[in-house]
T-cell receptor, first 115, second 110 residues
């Protein structure tokens, strides 16, 4: 079974631009979560999508948004990029999105650098 | 507010020595606790979850609600245990939202 894939793996943008990151979950997984990882703040939850609906949301500004398609693939978008958005963005997928019974499988991440 | 604290950024032990990675949490309800591990150049992966009460790769972790702790232990560390370890918490109801600690980098020296 193929693992979680994320594209692109590396991205360089300038302040003010917008960016779209993509995540393809493991086949059959319906839950996709996004995390931001930075040296200062560590891993922080952005949002979770399940069956095309945002089910949970972290404490990030509205510039961060996402969506999920009918095939469970997910995209996240960051508008009006700021220097502080430079981070590793991780995507994770699971069957039903229940940590006590499901296992979240993480992708390799997209490294975003904002100049 | 949910919070996970891993007090040690770095932990270094010798092969064969016991190892304990500390994790304390703050949560008003009954949390679900997890340990995730990231080996060098590999993806973040689940090591164990408290609800399973399992031992994985010789590691165990006991949830102590009185001390709000979920320390990860292994009696005899191996060099291949060297990795970044993250403690994580999920709230009641099985929310997929995981709150992670900042991680402890474990180095097992030969």
């Amino acid at each position: 079974k193929a693992g979680v894939t994320q594209t692109p793996r590396y991205l360089i943008k300038t302040r003010g631009q917008q960016v779209t990151l993509s995540c393809s979950p493991i086949s059959g997984h319906r839950s996709v979560s996004w995390y931001q990882q930075t040296p200062g703040q560590g891993l922080q939850f952005l949002f979770e999508y399940f069956s095309e609906t945002q089910r949970n949301k972290g404490n990030f500004p509205g510039r961060f948004s996402g969506r999920q398609f009918s095939n469970s693939r997910s995209e996240m978008n960051v508008s009006t990029l700021e220097l502080g958005d430079s981070a590793l963005y991780l995507c994770a997928s699971s069957l039903e999105g229940t940590p006590s019974t499901d296992t979240q499988y993480f992708g390799p991440g997209t490294r975003l650098t904002v100049l | 507010a949910q919070r996970v604290t891993q007090p040690e950024k770095l932990l270094s032990v010798f092969k064969g020595a016991p190892v304990e990675l500390k994790c304390n949490y703050s949560y008003s309800g009954s949390p679900e606790l997890f340990w995730y591990v990231q080996y060098s150049r590999q993806r973040l992966q689940l090591l164990l979850r408290h609800i399973s009460r399992e031992s994985i790769k010789g590691f165990t972790a006991d949830l102590n609600k009185g001390e709000t702790s979920f320390h990860l232990k292994k009696p005899f560390a191996q060099e291949e245990d060297s990795a970044m370890y993250y403690c994580a918490l999920s709230g009641e109801g099985g929310s997929e939202k995981l709150v992670f600690g900042k991680g402890t980098k474990l180095t097992v020296n030969p």
